[in-house]
């Protein structure tokens, strides 16, 4: 019962609170593991740097001119890569316990399951009519509304004459348009649980009953697509992106270390509840575009809120790509401003 998981952690943090007084002396809230994996990375950088010079070294008969400078990037990387280390094993080893959260296992019985979903959309009138008759049929979704994020083409006539709300977002930008998925679904004061998704097929309503039991647990089920079995063989997240995907994750989870468990910070498919999206939305910039799926975890994290991760399905886009996997670079390019982000607190992108 929600009271009874309330008293247990009240006291389970009263039992925290204590511990922690005898270690206020350590930094439990400094990303050091985060900070560890970056020297590190960094250090491998500059030494693969300094051994690759020896291509202009002998091959440009740059070897007297470069020779300098490429044993000092061998030699001095080991600083980075040995502190690094060192910052890993200190987070890891000495301060995990006590930054993992000492509480029971959440477990807050729904009450009802329906839930209020709402896609994005940017011409998507390939895909958008087919989307929301998938999800209409879902006997768990309540009410759909579809954002089309200023759509040049018939997205809007086609979701609506499908069965959706649909709602025009006439400024132009990915974390925009989620923002104004997140105001018209909480203006829908219809359910306790709004899922987010997009409208191109690449996900699809039937997992939305996986998001549904890992519920009771999170105040955000974010799906990930990581598991191999679950997406196709062909979709528009080829290996490459993939595997960055992950490190972000990665990165982000050793950021808020103790706190979730993260492979993909990219996926546009979630569960939330609405209080917990009451409480985060006046924290959002909706200026942050394609990063801003990482954008969000990484403040609903920092504002306590609990994220959980759910397996979902993955499949090839209806129509062509307009985000951040259109191509190799552009996704690399995304990653990149993700991980500056995550690192800096999102203050360049202010």
Partial sequence: MPGQYATQKNQYATQKNTAQLAITFLPTTTPILMYGVLLFFIGIALYLFGVGLVIPRYLLGLDRALRPISEDLVWYSGIPVTLGIGAVVFDLFFLLSHKRIDEPIRSEPLADKRVTVALTAYNDEESIGDAVKDFMASPSVRSLIVVSNASTDNTMRVAGEAGAITINEPK?????????????????????????????????????????????????VNGTRTVERLRAHTTQLSTFMYYGNFFVGKLLEAKHLGRSTLTDVGTTYKLCRRDALQRLMPQLDPTINLEFNAYFLDHALADGLTVVECPVTFHPRWGQSKGGNVNNLRALTVGLRMMVGITTDWRLFK
């Fill in 172 to 220: 132009q930008g990915y974390g925009r348009c989620v923002y104004r998925c997140f105001q018209e679904a909480l203006s829908h004061d219809e359910t306790e649980l709004i899922v987010l998704c997009e409208g191109d097929m690449t996900f699809r309503a039937a997992d939305i009953e996986k998001l549904l039991a890992y519920a009771p647990h999170a105040d955000i």
